[in-house]
């Protein structure tokens, strides 16, 4: 391996696709998926309105992208995901539900955030249930870090928020602190914050609250004005 080459903080696993996924894939992404490309996205003409912009990083399933982006019509959703059967999952309840405010990026984050997302552009951003990579030979595979976290914060427009939440207590006490250390954000709570009423609970956090397991969001907002004076 390359010594050069970055670490992910995904594995793309050779899981199953159901044809309707592979169909909604097929049919669906050339109308509500936005290619990777290396310049700004331009959101008003995607999305045809002037509207506040969040980011979903890794939807999973595409459940909770489409019920939050339902019950909010007036922000448009940009998700990403790398898996095909999450990413052909949310396709469908797109066209089912007949929503006009969510298009999809089949790619790394780091790189749509890196290429696609301009400076100081978004609303928010949604970062739900990150994977924990639970061995600490792996904790270099987490998503949040602080290298990824100042790429993020610098996407956000002054006064937006990041909310993230996770089910892992070790990997909510790094997220806490990776955010607090970083000079543009500030917690919007004293530590952890309450769910909001307009994150809906997943399937998986559902079966895990009632096993006795416990659910930590983190909710932070890039500052008006930096440490140092005006950002």
């Known amino acids: 391996m390359s010594p050069h080459r970055p670490i ?16 909604a894939c097929d049919e669906l992404l050339p109308r509500f998926g936005i290619c990777h490309h290396a310049a700004p996205v331009d959101f ?3 999305f045809g309105r002037a509207a506040p912009a ?5 939807f999973g399933m595409g459940e909770t992208t489409a019920r939050v982006a339902q019950m909010r019509p ?11 059967p999450g990413v052909g999952s949310l396709l469908r309840r797109i066209h089912d539900l007949a929503l006009t405010n ?11 955030l890196r290429d696609m997302i301009a400076p100081d552009s978004l609303a928010g951003a949604h970062v739900f249930f990150p994977d ?19 790429l993020l914060a610098s ?15 070790e990997y909510a006490r790094q997220i806490l ?3 607090a250390a970083d000079p543009l954000l500030e917690n919007t709570a004293d530590g952890y914050a309450p769910r909001p009423e307009w994150r809906p609970e997943t399937k998986f956090e559902s079966r895990g609250l009632k096993l006795g397991h416990r659910v930590w969001d983190i909710v932070f907002r890039r500052r008006r004005y930096g440490r140092a004076g005006a950002i």
Not at 139 to 150: N, T
Not at 157 to 165: E, F, S
Request: glycine share 4%; net charge positive.
């Open 8 to 23: 992910r903080s995904f594995v793309l696993r050779q899981g199953r696709v159901t044809a309707a996924q592979r169909r």
């Open 44 to 46: 008003e003409r995607v």
């Open 54 to 58: 969040i980011l979903e990083i890794g």
């Open 74 to 84: 007036e922000n448009d959703y940009l998700a990403i995901e790398v898996h095909t």
């Open 102 to 112: 969510v298009r999809v990026v089949q790619h790394d984050a780091v790189e749509v």
């Open 132 to 150: 924990p990579w639970p061995k600490k030979r792996h904790h270099k595979r987490r998503l949040i870090q602080p290298p990824f976290v100042a």
């Open 155 to 169: 996407r956000l427009k002054p006064g937006a928020y990041l909310h993230l939440c996770t089910d892992w207590e």
């Open 177 to 179: 602190e990776v955010l």
